[in-house]
Structures are given as structure tokens and as C-alpha cells.
């Protein structure tokens, strides 16, 4: 496709790397805004560079542990985070548990609200890495028809032969646009700590489950589904679950403050 930028006619750049910078840049900006205001921009700074060498650690370790046959068993490879290969459910996951942990040991640092601003930032980063991914060639589609509407804009050379495959890069970034704008709009309208983070892992898991059947780079494992098709099941189990419980437990917080602020003083005996 588009591999490398070339800058003159001495400099190429990955455009991979290049693009994954940018979304880094991106993402941890818009997640910067919206924890300053509440932690300050110092400890704002190190959540965010906290939070990116997490999910560039996460998203490597989990590539290296589903395909270790790419790098064999080294593992130094894992902290060459600017090598190919990096997995976004491993970089959520491990930054869950990175922020979690966080949360319990510095003071004022509260889990739900800043994982709610780290949602908002993960779709830009998202957008830009799938961007990146479709002018390298890598997570590739399956073939499509001479019909299709989008054929011609994505091609591969598999066993000597041209194909024209699904742009399922493209699919993937409009998917984290979209999901970028709900998100957006619900935090300009909602208050309700941690609601983002669930329905960005809800619309993240079921685009995902989606764009599966469209990938050419991953294979069936059981009843025609992917690895990755079964942990979107799991992650949208488990989100339904919590955003049951968040918003249940939102809604006790909200009658019991107004339980409280328009309570009737007893008459005196």
C-alpha cells in the first residue's frame, strides 16, 4: 500500500509508525484536557505517559503471548515497543490493571472518572493506528468481488496472485470515529462516573466481534469464530454487567442525596 512517507529523496518514514505517533499524540492530548481540570496538569502529565508505556507494553506483551512464533520466546522483544505487532485488547486490558492499581495507591486518584477520560482518548489513538495499518498492509480483509463498492482500494499479494480484499483497516477507523463522537457527546451531556468507560468497551467489543468476519489475518477456532470474536463476547458480558451496576448505583446515590436535601424535620416533642 503506502509503507513509507518519503520526505526528499534521501528520508523514508514508516508510515505505520508514523501514524501510531500521531495517534498517541492525539489520544493522550484529549485525555490530558479532561484530567487536568480535575488532577492537575502535573499529575495529569504522568497519568498520561503512565497510561501510553502501558499500552504499549500491554498491547506487545499480548501480541507476543497469542503469536509467539513471530518472535520466538525472547523475551526482551516485548520491550521494543516501536517493533510491529501490538494487540489493543492487550493495551486495554493491562491498563485497566495498571490504573487500578494506581488508583488504591495515590491518594485522589479515583479509578471510574479517570478511566472515563482515557476512553475518550482511545478511539483517537484507535483511529489513527488502523489508518496506519492500512497504508502498511498489515491486519488485512478478505477477498471481495470485482462488484464490491470498495473494491480496488485494498490490495495483497498472496501466493503470486493480486487480491483485492475488504478495506477492513478502514471499517476499523470509521468505527473509532463513530465511537469517538457518541462518547463525546454523552460527556457533554452525562455526569455519571464510568459510563464512558463501559460503553466504550461495549462499542469497541461489538465493532470488533463485527470486523472479525471481515479480517483475512486471523482464523476460526471454534464454532467459525476468532480468539478475539471470544473475548468480545466475554468483554460485552462483563460490560453489561457493570453498566448495570453503575447505573444502579448511581441512581441510589442520586435519591439518597435528594432524600437528604428535601428530608421533613421532625416536629419537637
Request: proline share 4%.
Amino acid at each position: 500500500m503506502f509503507s513509507y512517507i518519503p520526505l526528499g529523496d534521501w528520508l523514508l518514514l514508516d508510515s505505520w509508525r508514523v501514524m501510531i505517533t500521531v495517534g498517541i499524540l492525539g489520544g493522550s492530548l484529549v485525555s490530558f484536557f479532561l484530567l487536568q481540570g480535575e488532577t492537575g496538569r502535573f499529575r495529569a502529565g504522568l497519568l498520561v505517559a503512565s497510561m501510553v508505556l502501558g499500552a504499549l507494553f500491554g498491547a506487545h506483551l499480548a501480541h507476543w503471548l497469542l503469536h509467539p512464533g513471530l518472535s520466538g520466546w525472547d523475551l526482551s522483544g516485548i520491550l521494543v515497543f516501536w517493533k510491529d505487532g501490538h494487540s489493543l485488547l492487550g493495551a486495554l486490558a493491562f491498563c485497566a490493571l495498571l490504573l487500578l492499581a494506581i488508583s488504591r495507591i495515590v491518594p485522589h486518584i479515583f479509578f471510574w472518572p479517570t478511566a472515563d477520560a482515557f476512553s475518550l482518548g482511545a478511539p483517537v489513538g484507535l483511529f489513527f493506528a488502523r489508518i496506519g495499518c492500512y497504508m502498511k498492509g498489515c491486519c488485512w480483509g478478505t477477498p471481495i468481488g470485482e462488484g464490491h463498492p470498495f473494491h480496488g482500494l485494498s490490495v495483497k499479494l498472496v501466493r503470486n496472485s493480486l487480491l483485492t480484499l475488504h478495506p477492513v483497516q478502514l471499517y476499523s477507523a470509521t468505527a473509532a470515529l463513530a465511537i469517538f463522537c457518541i462518547l463525546l457527546a454523552l460527556h457533554r451531556r452525562g455526569k455519571t462516573p464510568g459510563l464512558l468507560t463501559v460503553l466504550f468497551v461495549l462499542l469497541y467489543a461489538a465493532a470488533r466481534f463485527l470486523l472479525e468476519f471481515f479480517r483475512g489475518d486471523t482464523t476460526a477456532l471454534l464454532a467459525g469464530l476468532t480468539l478475539y470474536q471470544g473475548v468480545c463476547i466475554f468483554l460485552l458480558l462483563a460490560g453489561s454487567v457493570l453498566l448495570f451496576l453503575r447505573v444502579r448505583e448511581t441512581r441510589h446515590e442520586g435519591s439518597g442525596v435528594r432524600d437528604q436535601g428535601s428530608g421533613t424535620h421532625a416536629p419537637p416533642p
